[in-house]
């Protein structure tokens, strides 16, 4: 499905950004991890299965 694509893509994306200056912190990670919790999970309604 396409969010399924989607969500594939912004990941690695989130993590290129994150990775830009050659390593990803515990403090990005979870910088990341709350972003995706507070701004992007909330627009999506489709579960896991």
């Known amino acids: ?4 694509e989607l969500y ?3 990941g690695k994306l989130f993590y ?3 990775a ?3 390593k990803v912190t515990d403090a990005e990670e979870e910088s990341m991890q709350q972003l995706i919790q507070s ?5 999506e309604g489709s579960t896991d299965k």
């Open 1 to 4: 499905m396409f969010y399924e």
């Open 8 to 10: 594939t893509e912004l």
């Open 16 to 18: 290129y950004i994150a």
């Open 20 to 22: 830009a200056d050659g």
């Open 39 to 43: 701004n992007w999970k909330p627009l």
